[in-house]
């Protein structure tokens, strides 16, 4: 089988990774993917962004299934031109990914359909908004609707900084269309966990669950950031918690989508904040897989993913169970200096050649420039490693990560530390 994976992360070369280990796989493409993928044998990058130019590929090269990565093309709708195709994609149309693209219908979604979230009220007149934020007080997080790459949501601790951060999107326009309308939240707090699932618009198959590190520094300081480092499983969800979320949160998305015209057939990611009381709410959705929580998933992955996704584009998800190796996956992110507000690019990177089967560097803002790697982006490297226990999966990876050179490279030696009691 031939397959493409659109995108060009970390979360992209670990699926496309994963995926060429298949014995049904043939070849592997993404597109645009990075230098990483392009250095996998059986894998080949495809310079492609367009839409056309994608549906074009799939046909001449006879694609047998495409899986998407990031959230800004399901928004874009390429699942409904793919399908309007009759070409096999994995991932939901987008009118049912605006549960990540736009946090308002998610919110209103939640409320619809009684899942658990945070109080809110969605505005886009900046004095209306500053009036909420003054009777409700400060913790309070101030949320850009659209998709913002991450930078879209702010956890005001002061009331002054809630104001500042409408005034910011409704007023100055800081986050374009994306903050002009704005969902302002009671502030959760707890425990977060990335709970992720496979749909197929019928069934659902979870996913190894994992937790994300969304600071720049040790000790969760720092600004907020894509993810600097996650690991698979993430005891927190126990057995019970397990169960309420996908009987609370994931099987309520199923129906309501289903329910709404739209079903839901992709991957489907839960941020969920986990209360000290054990009550859970969800903090957002996204409509894809997590990155870097993709990573230590893909390594604990034993069954075979061209086979799950074959089974979620025919409807038939609950003929299986995934196989997850027992042990534990770590991954630490090498992110460029200046991430996340403005990543110098062009820095040159220097690897040395694999030699434990038990750690993998995905790459992410990697590029090559005549036959050198260099940085191009934000988070460069997840080194990702698997060990008998966290510990373990730790040591390897950091040990991994310090023999790689980049100038200024910037990471977390603290990944893991909540189930790392030292
Ligand atoms: P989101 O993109 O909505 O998940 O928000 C990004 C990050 O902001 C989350 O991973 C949390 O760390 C934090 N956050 C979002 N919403 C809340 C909330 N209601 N209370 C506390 N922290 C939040
Ligand atoms: N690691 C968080 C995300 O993928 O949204």
Redesign the pocket.
Known sequence: MKILVIGSGGREHALAWRLIQSPRASKVFVSPGNAGTSLEDGIENVPLSEIDDLIDFVISEKIDMTIVGPEAPLSEGIVDAFKARELMIFGPVAAAAQLESS?DFAKQFMADHDIPT?EYSTFTAPTEAHKYISAKGAPI?V?ADGLAA?KG?V?AMTEQEAHEAVDMMLVDNGMGVAGAKVVI????IGE?ASFIVMIDGEHILPLATSQDH?RLLNNDKGP?TGGMGAYSPAPIVTPELHDKAMKDVIEPVLNGMKEAGTPFIGFLYA?L?IAPDQTMKV??FNCRLGDPETQPIMMRLKSDLVTLVEHALTGTLNEVEPNWDQRTALGVVLAAKGYPQSPRKGDIITIPPKDNADVHVFHAGTALIDDQLVTSGGRVLCVTAIGDNAIQARELALEASNRISFADKQYRTDIGYRVIKN
Do not use: W
Not at 185 to 188: D, G, T, V
């Open positions: 946090k945070a997080v949320k991450g949501v956890v939240e009671e502030f959760l977060e969304k907020n941020g904040m903090l957002e």
